[in-house]
């Protein structure tokens, strides 16, 4: 049985996850390169992590990590000088990964393991 915090975590985090989605799908329509199509691919892996968070998957964890250190990534090695906006999309970044630490870390033990893309034996 699911823990109610993770569930109302995985559902949040869908719903950032679709947000993200939908903007990099439209960015990579208006303005294709090779960032907006990384972003793409990064929102969908972070859809995928979401929906491993939902079926109590221990391999969310690291992947989660993952996805949002490539979120922070850009902003990071961004020569842009240190700016409110951009320090607040920062906490918001860190938040989250707290979050998600608080929330489901103590739960660790109760994820299943298994394979990040479960293959089917013929």
Do not use: E
């Not at 960015?27 to 992590?49: D, E, N, R, V």
């Not at 391999?59 to 949002?68: A, E, S």
């Not at 298994?114 to 034996?121: D, Q, T």
Request: charge should be positive; charged fraction near 10%.
């Amino acid at each position: 049985m699911r823990p109610q915090s993770i569930t109302i975590l995985s559902i949040l985090l869908f719903v950032i996850g679709i947000s993200l989605a939908v903007r990099s799908l439209g960015q990579f329509f208006m303005a294709p390169s090779f960032y907006t199509f990384l972003m793409l691919i990064i929102s969908f892996i972070g859809l995928y992590c979401y929906y491993g968070l939902w079926n109590m998957k221990r391999w969310c964890i690291p992947l989660f990590f993952l996805v949002w250190g490539f979120i922070l990534l850009p902003m990071l090695m961004g020569g842009d000088k240190l700016s409110m906006i951009m320090l607040m999309r920062l906490l918001y970044l860190i938040s989250v990964m707290g979050v998600f630490l608080i929330v489901v870390l103590p739960h660790r033990n109760r994820l299943s393991s298994g394979l990040v893309w479960p293959l089917k034996k013929k």
